[in-house]
């Protein structure tokens, strides 16, 4: 789904941030050190978003490079679905952010659905795990795995939190215009499937 340049422009800042992380020979460090910043050079060329941006965006981490995770939740009311309005571009979205350091997954989805939604939630069902290009989302500087976890209510009242300005529930056929940096059409529908259908296979890739 992603353009191919993106794609080599993350490839090739995945390769120089391994080989910054392990090198010791000066010389190598400097090569990498060059794809680095090619990297943010193609990046800032194709975005037209200034190289010293690009870079403390895209070429900030160090250590062997891995994907990041983002992990949604999925809770339905009267058959419909849980969204919030992200302050960010005015949009919805399915509750949820990046993976906390020291928290599982199912943590993670119970903790961002009270802080964004005001509900509190038990995790229940896998939904998916999908990797982010694969998938009609905006173009993006990093590699993500997006887990989608059904969640039911257990307690809690609607209330907006520090990131969202509105809570809402809408069915399949009602949707709201989607913040598709998060979650697209798609990806709705099929948390719907395993509304309508409690043994839907878990999605993957």
Partial sequence: ME????E????????AQVGLTY???VFDLERFELIRNISVEMMSQQTEIDKTV????FANETGYATPKVDIRSVVFKDNKILMVRENTDGDWSLPGGWGDIGLTPSEVAVKE??????FDVKAVKLIGILDKKCHPHPPSPYHVYKIFIQCEIIGGQPKEGIETS???????NELPSLSVARNTKSQIQLAFKHLYNS???IYFD
């Avoid at 353009?3 to 993106?6: A, G, N, R, S, V």
């Avoid at 690009?54 to 965006?57: A, V």
């Fill in 3 to 6: 353009p191919k340049w993106l």
């Fill in 8 to 15: 080599w422009a993350k490839q090739l800042q995945s390769i």
């Fill in 23 to 25: 090198s010791k020979d």
């Fill in 54 to 57: 690009i870079k403390d965006l």
């Fill in 113 to 118: 659905t009270k802080e964004e939604s005001g």
């Fill in 166 to 172: 509105a809570v809402e529930f809408f069915a399949e």
């Fill in 199 to 201: 043994q839907e296979a």
